[in-house]
């Protein structure tokens, strides 16, 4: 069904501030041809007239659009911020005894709140309940309904310690169910983060977790955004983004404040104490120790441009410090970050782009080992933004079709996954790996011809006496090639073997 995007894609960024392109842009078609069966209208035409009037068709269609990906204690260490550095200091500095009001803006289906209750739960007991207010906003009224029942699966559990599982939920096969101690605690709201009038429930707030939602807006939509978010504040509260997304969110509205060594945002003159330690945050206590704690490296401290005079307040106090962007800093380089991503410390690597693409946001070195993190996280909408990024300084860059091929495929996006293998393959025969990924996704899709022509393909390559470059040049691979070779001959035998079965029929 050919149906005209435009005056679609202009109303829902109209309203909600959604940017609908590529990969959105083709859900959008699919979504739109659900639609307009569902709903009985003849054209698109007729079908866009009512959703101009309707508001229930166009929350059910956005309903249908947005990306709801999340996940339970997700960027661990910011949680942590909140605990050890932010919560301590505001509860400090409140002039009275009003609970301090957390709010998850893009709340999805309320992992991430959640996550922030238990989180001050382990470190405050039962006081939680009088020490804090939680709300969770989200245009998605179907995530909403969700994060209100409170019922989950093991796709929301990325690694998250047993004894947090254990304490905090009741396990049932599948499904696990949050106990109602947590989940009474968090007020879910309709909230359209683009709307110019917000409940009352989500006014007042002292600190506001935006994260992962600002990647699907422009930039001028993000700063409407984001003072937006800055009138929810009171006075020095802080506003915290996913630690990708800091940079494209320094629009000036808040001020950027780091601490130790993560950023966030402020409204007003924020005090930071000075630590009288380095923190030590036990992060293996929410999530494995694979994701641990950056440890700490030998790199020159950034310099600093100090700002607005402490005021009083029981802790040792400092000035507000406000980095200024390093112009080299030795120990970020682009070596040591594909070191630990080989190391699978993904923590540090992340740490060091965030600074190398700071100093040059184009790079597309950094853009893709990003990618590549991202999408070992299983963060694949993410990891297909960094990759098309990349793209768009190196247009011909092979590690960029395999990582979209490998974040489609694993969407289960077959089509755009052969897309992209394919065009590693055009743009590199040699790229043996995409061979060997599009082989695997025509065996799977019962193309058995090609899967062995891609298999015949890549056992060729492997097995010249100098194996041809591939022509991907960030990424750690780590494949052995007798293993690969071993695989390809393995899956031609059963391709063989099931011809002769379909034969003897
Ligand atoms: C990828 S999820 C992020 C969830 C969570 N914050 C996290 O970091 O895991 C993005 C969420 O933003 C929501 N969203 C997108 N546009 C919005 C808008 N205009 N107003 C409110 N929520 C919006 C989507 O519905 C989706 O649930």
């Given amino acids: 069904m050919n149906i005209d995007l435009e ?6 960024k109209q309203r909600c501030g959604l940017i609908l392109e590529g990969l959105a842009e083709e859900k959008l078609s699919t979504v739109l041809a659900q639609r307009l069966i569902v709903t009985k209208f003849g054209n698109s035409a007729e079908y866009y007239f009512h959703l101009q009037s309707s508001d229930d068709e166009f929350q059910d269609l956005v309903n249908l659009l947005t990306i709801n990906e999340t996940y339970f204690f997700r960027e661990v260490e910011q949680l942590h ?5 932010l919560v301590p200091r505001l509860l400090m500095q409140r002039k009275d005894s009003q609970p301090l009001r957390i709010l998850s ?4 289906s309320g992992e991430e709140p959640f996550s922030l209750v238990m989180a001050l739960r382990e470190k405050y007991g039962d006081e939680v309940s009088s020490l804090f207010s939680f709300a969770g906003g989200d245009i998605d009224t179907q995530a909403l309904a969700k994060a209100r029942s409170g019922r989950y699966n093991e796709f929301s559990f990325r690694g998250v310690a047993t004894a947090i599982k254990d304490r905090y939920f009741d396990h049932d096969g599948w499904d696990y169910h949050l106990k109602d101690e947590i989940r009474n605690r968090v007020e879910f709201q309709e909230m359209n983060l683009f709307a110019e009038e917000f409940p009352a429930a989500l006014h007042d707030c002292d600190i506001i977790f935006f994260r992962n939602v600002s990647i699907y807006f422009d930039t001028q939509t993000r700063r409407i955004i984001q003072q937006n978010l800055a009138s929810l504040l009171n006075e020095n509260g802080c506003l915290v983004i996913g630690t990708a997304e800091t940079i494209a969110n320094d629009l000036g509205v808040l001020s950027l404040i780091e601490e130790d060594g993560l950023f966030y945002f402020s409204k007003g003159q924020l005090i930071v104490p000075v630590p009288a330690t380095a923190p030590v945050f036990d992060f293996s206590r929410y999530v494995p120790s694979k994701m641990a704690a950056p440890e700490q490296c030998d790199r020159p401290e950034l310099p600093f441009v100090r700002c607005s005079p402490p005021v009083a307040s029981s802790l040792p106090i400092a000035e507000v410090v406000v980095p200024v962007v390093a112009p080299f800093d030795p120990c970020c380089n682009i070596d040591e970050v594909q070191q630990y991503c080989r190391e699978k410390r993904y923590k540090e690597a992340m740490a060091m782009i965030v600074i190398l693409l700071e100093q040059n946001p184009g790079d597309a070195s950094s853009l893709l080992l990003k990618a590549h993190i991202q999408l070992n996280s299983k963060e694949f909408e993410l990891a297909d933004a960094s990759a098309r990024q990349a793209l768009e300084t190196d247009p011909w ?7 979209l091929g490998l974040a489609a495929k694993w ?3 077959v089509k755009e996954a052969v897309r992209w293998f394919k065009q590693a393959v055009y743009a590199r025969h040699e790229c043996w790996l995409a061979r060997y990924y599009l082989a695997d996704l025509y065996r799977v899709g019962g193309e058995s011809d090609k899967a062995r022509r ?11 006496a100098t194996v041809p470059d591939h022509g991907i040049k960030v990424l750690p691979l780590g494949i052995v090639h007798s293993e690969l070779r071993f695989l390809c001959e393995h899956q031609l035998g059963k391709l063989g073997d099931q011809q002769r079965r379909v034969r003897r029929k």
């Fill in 105 to 108: 803006a893009g709340c999805s």
């Fill in 454 to 464: 891609e298999y015949r393909g890549v056992l060729q390559l492997l097995s010249q």
């Fill in 411 to 413: 969407r289960d996006l």
């Fill in 397 to 403: 860059s092979i590690d960029a079709f395999v990582l």
């Fill in 7 to 12: 005056p679609f894609k202009k109303l829902i």
């Fill in 81 to 85: 911020l909140l605990t050890e550095r």
